[in-house]
């Protein structure tokens, strides 16, 4: 899966108390993401935190009203898994290994470029992705198998049970035709099967996708096409 394409599926709240240096990289990579949203301190980026939904925060420890670390441990215990990445001038050992205790993701010493900060933040999602189990399909479409979710730059959509069952289906197999009789044990479980049920359930998964995602093979079955 391209650095590119993960990016546009990613949320960011980065908060930095340094006016110049939070609009530079607001500028810079506002448009590398699905969202980047901006905090001028650790209890306005703490609001915002709960207000909003982010993959990824990203913060500067020196500041005032509310310090990086204290951002990051109220987050951290909100949310476990959400990788932070934890910014600074400095590189003391007690600062680094309160952050080793608070399960911060990355230690960013500055000064930085904006493309290292996105070659952190895609080498993170990367890892983060193959452990969610989600899939790249393709056309700016990524599929979160775990929650049953389709998901883009405009939208999260969910799928129903049968067209769930019928993705995990085609990416299983993803290298060969699965056959209709697969499907009908793997989807319908044997139970109302049609071949006009069938046709409808392609329909719906490629209107939430894109038409040429699921081939179909005459008399033999579909096949995905990941690009």
């Known amino acids: 899966m391209g650095c590119q394409e993960i990016l546009k599926n990613v949320s960011i709240l980065y908060v930095e108390d340094e006016?110049?240096?939070?609009?530079?990289?607001?500028?810079?990579?506002?448009?590398?993401?699905?969202?980047?949203?901006?905090?001028?301190?650790?209890?306005?980026?703490?609001?915002?935190?709960?207000?909003?939904?982010?993959?990824?925060l990203i913060t500067d420890i020196e500041m005032e009203r509310m310090d990086g670390l204290t951002l990051a441990q109220q987050v951290r215990d909100k949310e476990d898994s959400i990788p932070i990445i934890l910014l600074t001038a400095y590189s003391e050992k007690e600062r680094l290994f309160r952050a080793i205790d608070i399960g911060v993701t990355k230690y960013l010493v500055k000064p930085f470029t904006p493309d290292k900060l996105l070659e952190v933040v895609c080498e993170i999602f990367q890892k983060e992705f193959k452990k969610r189990h989600i899939y790249d399909l393709g056309e700016g479409f990524l599929y979160d198998r775990d929650k049953g979710e389709l998901k883009s730059k405009e939208e999260t959509v969910s799928l129903t049970k049968k067209e769930k069952l019928f993705l995990d289906l085609l990416l299983k197999y993803k290298d060969r035709v699965v056959g209709f009789d697969e499907i009908e044990k793997e989807v319908w479980d044997g139970v109302d099967f049609s071949e006009n049920a069938l046709r409808t359930l392609v329909k719906r998964v490629r209107k939430k996708t894109y038409k040429d995602l699921i081939k179909n093979y005459s008399g033999l079955g579909y096949k995905i096409n990941l690009k």
Do not use: H, P, S, W
């Not at 980047?36 to 982010?54: M, P, W």
């Open 19 to 56: 006016e110049d240096i939070r609009n530079l990289l607001a500028d810079v990579l506002k448009d590398e993401f699905k969202r980047f949203d901006t905090a001028r301190n650790g209890e306005e980026g703490l609001k915002k935190f709960y207000q909003g939904e982010y993959d990824c």
